[in-house]
């Protein structure tokens, strides 16, 4: 289900995310444009998260962490980004990223590419991505059940603790692509569960 915005724009509040590689680099290129797009369309920027001399291939961005973090509490609806790769680190990222906001009810707008969850066309773009990230997670699943038929058949003994406890294995499930409510359907537990276990995780 996708979130409907509620009528007139000016009523969403958002959140605006650079990152520039070098220290002498200027972040204010990228958000002088995004504040440009929020004024235009009459947006409430809430928080602005800057990853300063970051690099794309890291996992650890302090602000992208913090800005994660902060959708958990809904305190804005869409996240906006100068380009894709001022966001993502792969293509595998962004399409788990953007299966996490759509999860929260967050909208995602990427001014470069034009890409705009909260439109109709950037809606159905969405669900062509959304279609890929299934396909994804399909290979992953069909390729941890031939790991495990392969161990089986070699006579190896298999088990985990319980999965709601297990922070590392949901982690895990995260980083390879699944949103919230696919590890939730694995899992057989509820999306909270699955939001709590990774809070924990972000905080070990």
């Known amino acids: 289900?996708?979130?409907?915005?509620?009528?007139?724009?000016?009523?969403?509040?958002?959140?605006?995310?650079?990152?520039?590689?070098?220290?002498?680099?200027?972040?204010?290129?990228?958000?002088g444009a995004l504040r440009q797009h929020c004024?235009?369309?009459?947006?409430?920027?809430?928080?602005?998260?800057?990853?300063?001399?970051?690099?794309?291939?890291?996992?650890?961005?302090?602000?992208?962490?913090?800005?994660?973090?902060?959708?958990?509490?809904?305190?804005?609806?869409?996240?906006?980004?100068?380009?894709?790769?001022?966001?993502?680190?792969s293509v595998k990222h962004l399409l788990?990223?953007?299966?996490?906001?759509?999860?929260?009810?967050?909208?995602f707008i990427s001014l470069q590419e034009q890409f705009d969850t909260s439109t109709p066309i950037g809606h159905a773009m969405f669900t062509m991505i959304g279609a890929m990230a299934q396909l994804e997670r399909d290979i992953i699943r069909d390729r941890v059940k031939a790991g495990l038929d392969r161990a089986r058949a070699r006579g190896i003994r298999l088990g985990r603790p319980p999965v709601a406890k297990n922070i590392s294995y949901i982690g895990f499930l995260h980083r390879e692509g699944l949103s919230i409510p696919a590890i939730a359907r694995k899992l057989k537990c509820s999306r909270s569960t699955i939001r709590r276990r990774l809070r924990e995780a972000h905080h070990e």
């Open 96 to 107: 788990s990223a953007l299966e996490n906001f759509r999860s929260l009810n967050i909208h």
């Open 1 to 31: 289900i996708f979130v409907d915005l509620p009528k007139g724009e000016h009523l969403m509040e958002v959140a605006l995310y650079a990152r520039v590689s070098t220290g002498s680099q200027d972040p204010e290129v990228q958000l």
């Open 39 to 89: 004024e235009q369309r009459g947006f409430t920027i809430v928080e602005e998260f800057i990853d300063h001399g970051v690099s794309g291939a890291k996992e650890k961005r302090p602000s992208l962490d913090r800005l994660n973090k902060t959708a958990w509490h809904g305190q804005f609806q869409a996240v906006l980004v100068w380009r894709f790769d001022r966001f993502a680190r």
